[in-house]
């Protein structure tokens, strides 16, 4: 299957709504690439992140939206609370299964690096 109609579903699932996509352990280092996606992403409502880990210096900095976190300076509660604010924002109520899965993300983030 072609990239486009991926690209065209992706945004269609996409549009208008409020998600986080964990892309984890990242190694690629080419700029255009990253743009790409970035510009297929740009449908989400205001609150759409996208968090990604890495090794790499580099793929840190070419993401290009915020300043990287070191997270092997961080505390397993400090990624946590890093993590929550990214993923949840200001909800009061967070779903259990999503607290589990958070939990679990962030357990392998500090075990990775």
Request: aromatic share 6%; with cysteine; hydrophobic share 45%.
């Amino acid at each position: 299957m072609h990239l486009a109609p991926l690209q065209k579903k992706l945004q269609e699932l996409l549009n208008g709504k409020t998600y986080l996509i964990v892309l984890d352990d990242v190694w690629n280092e080419d700029q255009q690439k990253w743009a790409n996606l970035r510009a297929v992403l740009k449908v989400g409502a205001s609150g759409a992140s996208i968090l990604t880990t890495t090794r790499l210096e580099k793929v840190g900095s070419i993401m290009g939206t915020l300043q990287p976190y070191e997270l092997s300076n961080l505390s397993q509660e400090d990624c946590w609370l890093l993590f929550i604010q990214r993923a949840f924002g200001h909800q009061e109520e967070i779903n259990h299964n999503l607290v589990a899965i958070g939990k679990e993300i962030v357990k392998n983030v500090v075990v990775c690096l």
